[in-house]
């Protein structure tokens, strides 16, 4: 019998934008290292995504020590530092309300000249704390500015299942996962409760409900004129929760992440 294993890592620097692609990632409370770290909010603090602005996926971060140095089409490209300033303003992701940090005028004028709109970016370090939904958590828990929950993670063969569906195969990464799992069955994450990927463990807490998010397409920032493939996922991933795919993880434990690593059952649904 394969023994599953961890195929790829993915960090998302700022929420909603462009993935790292990674052979190893650090694992903290919140998630992977560097994970969402950032967002873009509109003028009131609210957060911007993808659903509403699907060009926010043209937006690329390359890491540069502390910063990160952004580029998009047809614009300059930006160093985007970790505020220095103690400036927060009250900034929401659904239900969560957190105190971010701001950044610079600069910065904000280039996210609002990218999207048409006054929006700006703002920043997550320690002191801002974002708990995790009590329903499915436990006290304490932790989680970035992600949708809600510290990682994301699919199982190869599920998207392949989807992918023999479609008439035109998605990546991957339309559906955002931090991890992929390699050498299971279609959606055998369905059914885990606890496992272990190398030497960390973790909690296998909700299925991953979908929206329209997953029928962008990210090289181009543009939506897919059919719906695809959240069309068909709604024919046979429909729960009375709505579409899901993919498990939501909380990790109950810290340390490295490699590709390659065993992923183990710890304990099944």
């Known amino acids: 019998m394969t023994t599953p294993t961890l195929c790829a890592i993915h960090v998302f620097p700022i929420k909603s934008c462009a993935a790292w692609i990674r052979d190893e990632a650090e694992v903290e409370p919140r998630g992977l290292a560097g994970d969402r770290r950032w967002m873009v909010a509109d003028a009131n603090g609210r957060f911007l995504t993808a659903r509403q602005h699907p060009r926010l996926t043209l937006v690329n971060a390359r890491d540069d020590g502390d910063a990160l140095v952004l580029s998009a089409p047809r614009m300059p490209s930006l160093r985007l530092s970790p505020p220095q ?121 909700k299925p991953c409900t979908r929206c329209v998010f997953t029928t962008v397409d990210y090289e181009r920032g543009e939506f897919d004129p059919a719906g695809e493939p959240l069309r068909t996922l709604a024919r046979y991933r429909r729960t009375p929760q709505g579409v899901t795919f993919g498990q939501n993880l909380i990790p109950r434990g810290s340390g490295t992440l490699r590709v390659g690593d065993a992923v183990e059952v710890l304990r099944a649904a």
Request: proline share 7%.
């Open 85 to 205: 300033s103690e400036a927060r303003i009250e900034t929401t992701v659904w239900k969560s309300t957190v105190q971010a940090q701001v950044a610079d005028a600069a910065a904000d004028a280039w996210i609002s000249a990218f999207l048409g709109l006054p929006a700006r970016f703002v920043h997550m370090d320690a002191a801002c704390v974002r708990a995790v939904s009590p329903d499915y958590g436990q006290p304490g828990d932790e989680v970035s500015f992600a949708d809600g929950y510290p990682l994301l993670l699919i199982s190869q063969a599920a998207l392949d299942a989807l992918n023999a569906r479609l008439e035109r195969p998605v990546p991957m990464l339309r559906f955002r996962p931090n991890l992929v799992v390699a050498g299971t069955g279609p959606h055998a994450e369905d059914d885990w409760k606890r496992i272990r990927i190398g030497a960390i463990e973790f909690d296998v807490v």
